[in-house]
Structure formats: C-alpha cells, structure tokens
C-alpha cells in the first residue's frame, strides 16, 4: 500500500554530479523521515543521508559537504544530490521511509527497489 521508487542513478564520471530521486505513494497521512542508504558489492548497507518531516539533516561523514538531501513535500518526494563524485561512492542507492498510513496508529519503515550508481571512468 506504500511504495518507495528511485530513479537517477546512472554512470558518472569522478567529479562529476548526479541527483537520484524517491517518490512515496500510496495510502500515506504523513512522512516522519525519509532517507536515502547505500551498498557496494560485498559491504553491508550504510546510511549516508537522512532528512526529518521538519527538515533536519545528518549525514555520514564519507560524504559530508559532497552530497545534500532535500525534499518536496507536496511531491511525496526526496532528492540525494552528490557531487565530487567518488569510484568509492559507486554503489546501489536506496531510498528508505518512516511514514505513517492513513488510518493507522504505528510508524512503519519501507525500502524502494534501489537504483544503481557507478563511478568510473
């Protein structure tokens, strides 16, 4: 009943810059946070940036003042801009939410599909 997609992923070229996207949908009242995590072939999942209903951000520190999250409430959506892109950000980047369905009483915690970003030359 609530769905994450991402899209943007894509390959870059190091330095370069790259925007994925997260769109909610489905039966949703509210948004508490949503954030974007990723994984590289053999290593587990990391957090590397988390926006809150009220806008507050935190980030991992591989990628402080590189990447930057924003949000369109209205779109449902949430953006990872990065820049100075790294070969050791390549990775699938997925988009992770704690939203809270119309009618329902509990925060739930969904997962998109995951969209890949590779940074080569």
């Known amino acids: 009943q609530v769905q994450l997609v991402e899209s943007g992923g894509g390959l870059v070229q190091p330095g370069g810059s790259l925007t994925v996207s997260c769109v909610a949908s489905?039966?949703?009242?509210?948004?508490?946070?949503m954030k974007w995590y990723r994984q590289a072939p053999g290593e587990s999942r990391e957090l590397v940036a988390a926006?809150?209903?009220?806008?507050?951000?935190n980030y991992a520190d591989s990628v402080k003042g590189r990447f930057f999250i924003s949000k369109d409430d209205a779109k449902k959506t949430a953006y990872l801009q990065m820049n100075s892109l790294k070969p050791d950000d390549t990775a699938v980047y997925y988009c992770?939410?704690?939203?809270?369905?119309?009618?329902?009483?509990?925060?739930?915690?969904?997962w998109g599909q995951g969209t890949q970003v590779t940074v080569s030359s």
């Open positions: 926006i809150t209903d009220v806008g507050n951000r």
């Open positions: 992770n939410a704690d939203i809270l369905r119309q009618g329902n009483y509990l925060v739930n915690n969904y």
């Open positions: 489905g039966n949703i009242f509210h948004i508490n946070a």
